[in-house]
């Protein structure tokens, strides 16, 4: 096929001086040949992984012995010897008065946190948690806006050892409690709100709440983030988050081994409890050296401000650009909020953010609402990066003419799975409106047709045929590794298989055209439709439930509940409003639905699963003969009438 005219091409001089450029010629290849560096990358591991362990002068206590010792999937081995430690990058660079974090929130209002002030927060707080017992290994859990005080947080549990999980305050205490309570915490950080829309949200009971459902518990840090007193009686030893910070320590990050674990992120519980991704310090420090400082181009002096709560994958994202001398911005709040929608905007041009990051939902909101970011001053943004679902091409015009002409759409896809992406651009690959400019460096990224075999300008299931440093060592609880296999591993053996449907262009690029499994995915926020299922069928006028989430044509994402009433039981606006009021309190404001619609009946399979990718599919209007077998459904008449809503709504928005 012919190679489309880009909508945007690098600056031949900019593209030049690139920290890509520089890494290109670092290997002797050509700066300006992306898909020779890409191939290079994956065809030669070791030398790959090995010059970006030398380009970004990994500090190691111990050296490595060897690069890749075992290459299959799962358990390839990195970097076998190495001993380091994640918060030490993170905290090394030396200009002691720069900004490590610019914290903003919807009011406009910001403060700094200097590099000294946050080896000295990370140092203080590192102290304290040895001193409430937690020791290397042990689990310490936040829950937590996206403010200076997770990052501090983290790197203090890094720092020692320890293991981080993190939620943000929108999750009810029981959805929370279900990711948390697996780990057996020794120390939960929690504060007591968060602002949302020009409300504050006192969270402080969901917090002891939290506290009480995880028994393990040694201690409880309170932080004020919105100004609430705690309670004068509370349980079990507590210590304020001003006393947790506000000792004289020396830093000292203790060396680990390169698989020793950073964090637990967690899948969106949609068949299940959550499950909990772990993923190492070596790993997570490789790739997001590589994905931050060569495909992003950060570096000292830039600012990255992106959108993103604690339990999205992009806030882990937001802290590792300080690996790369570059300051991350936190922000709590809405990000359109009513009092002022374009407030991220404006903050952005105040704080000279250089990377700005955002979903498509957001940009199409944007647009839909007539806001003109370019009345702010955006000289400083070099790129807009955007996750979470497919950017329609129809949003890069609009961000050419409204936000400004210099800027790059780096629209990229990635995952929690491996806490970055898969596909993007960088500063020397062109870009084409509604595509990913090529897979990241180090990703052997393929489509795979109907017989497992690559396609190319077909659509077929993202999968990865090598190994990456930052795929999870493993799921917590699953000692055998089977829970692990089966997410990713037992269609196409050996190798990774994603989830997602897309096309490999003969141009190079990557078009995503959304989820191949269940995942609800809502502004780019994974969410589990279990979370849904449990609270709503707890009402006795539902019997069951079934949510679903589509990706639409024009870019939009339609996230409908359908229910099956009790006997005697009526869907008016009062139940509407139950059952939203129900699904707000339980799991959180993100997971109330679009629509809640009645229906006759939930379709599952003969051994008793609800049918979630069939429905979704059918209401995506996919033909029946190739999303389901009737002879697998419990009520195949079912598969018919879900079609028919599919054709109604399609019909309906012509």
């Not at 060396?255 to 959550?274: A, C, E, K, R, Y």
């Amino acid at each position: 096929m012919p190679t489309p005219e880009p909508f945007w091409t690098p600056d031949p001089d900019e593209a030049a001086t690139s920290r890509i450029a520089e890494f290109a010629r670092r290997v002797g290849l050509d700066p300006a040949d992306y898909p020779a560096l890409h191939h290079w990358s994956i065809t030669d591991l070791e030398g790959f992984w090995g010059a970006v362990w030398d380009h970004f002068a990994i500090e190691a206590a111990t050296p490595y012995e060897r690069i890749l010792a075992e290459d299959k999937m799962p358990g390839a081995r990195w970097f076998t010897g190495a001993t380091l430690n994640y918060a030490q990058h993170a905290l090394r660079h030396p200009d002691p008065d720069a900004p490590a974090i610019v914290a903003l929130d919807e009011t406009g209002a910001s403060y700094e946190v200097t590099r000294d002030s946050l080896r000295a927060q990370v140092a203080s707080t590192a102290a304290t948690l040895r001193d409430l017992g937690v020791r290397r290994g042990d689990r310490v859990v936040g829950y937590l806006p996206n403010t200076p005080h997770a990052i501090v947080a983290f790197l203090a549990t890094a720092s020692i050892g320890a293991v981080w999980s993190v939620c943000g305050q929108d999750y009810a205490p029981r959805a929370a409690a279900d990711r948390f309570a697996q780990l057996e915490p020794t120390v939960l950080i929690a504060a007591d709100g968060y602002l949302f829309n020009g409300t504050t949200h006192d969270r402080r009971e969901a917090a002891l709440s939290l506290s009480r459902a995880l028994p393990t518990l040694k201690a409880t840090i309170l932080v004020e983030r919105v100004g609430l007193p705690w309670p004068t009686e509370l349980p079990g030893p507590v210590v304020t988050w001003a006393e947790a910070v506000g000792r004289a320590e020396r830093p000292h990050c203790v060396p680990v081994p390169f698989d020793h674990p950073l964090w637990i992120v967690f899948s969106s519980g949609t068949t299940g409890p959550p499950k909990g991704l772990v993923h190492g310090h070596g790993g997570v420090l490789l790739e997001h050296f590589k994905t931050l400082g060569l495909h992003s181009d950060l570096g000292p002096g830039d600012r990255l401000l992106w959108y993103t709560t604690t339990h999205w994958m992009m806030w882990n994202l937001v802290v590792s650009a300080l690996l790369t001398g570059a300051t991350a911005c936190t922000y709590d709040g809405s990000p359109a909020p009513l009092a002022r929608p374009d407030v991220l905007w404006e903050l952005a041009a105040r704080h000279g953010v250089t990377l700005f990051g955002t979903s498509p939902p957001y940009l199409l909101g944007m647009a839909k609402s007539g806001i003109t970011p370019s009345v702010h001053d955006l000289s400083a943004v070099r790129a807009i990066g955007c996750t979470g679902s497919a950017l329609p091409a129809s949003v890069y015009p609009w961000v050419r003419e409204h936000v400004g002409g210099h800027i790059k759409v780096a629209a990229a896809s990635g995952g929690t799975d491996i806490v970055s992406g898969l596909a993007g651009s960088a500063s020397t690959t062109p870009v084409w409106a509604g595509e990913l400019s090529a897979p990241n460096l180090g990703v052997a990224l393929a489509a795979y047709g109907p017989d497992g075999r690559p396609v190319v300008d077909q659509v077929g299931e993202l999968v990865v045929t090598r190994p990456m440093p930052s795929m999870p060592l493993y799921f917590w609880n699953d000692p055998e590794g089977s829970r692990y296999r089966a997410a990713y591993f037992t269609t196409y053996p050996g190798v990774w298989r994603h989830g997602d449907w897309i096309t490999v262009t003969s141009h190079g690029s990557v078009v995503v055209h959304g989820r191949s499994d269940a995942t609800l995915n809502r502004n780019g926020v994974r969410l589990g439709s279990a979370d849904i299922h449990e609270v709503v069928e707890r009402l006795p006028e539902i019997t069951e439930a079934l949510v679903i989430g589509a990706e639409e044509p024009d870019g939009g994402y339609w996230m409908p509940l359908f229910v099956v009433l009790a006997d005697g039981a009526v869907l008016d606006d009062a139940l509407r409003d139950t059952i939203r009021r129900t699904i707000r309190t339980g799991a959180s404001p993100r997971h109330v639905p679009d629509e809640i619609l009645q229906v006759p009946a939930i379709p599952h399979t003969r051994t008793g699963k609800k049918l979630e990718v069939p429905v979704k599919r059918l209401l995506q209007g996919a033909p029946a003969a190739q999303v389901v077998n009737p002879a697998a459904v419990d009520a195949p008449e079912l598969i018919d009438y879900y079609a028919r809503l599919g054709a109604d709504r399609h019909q309906a928005r012509r």
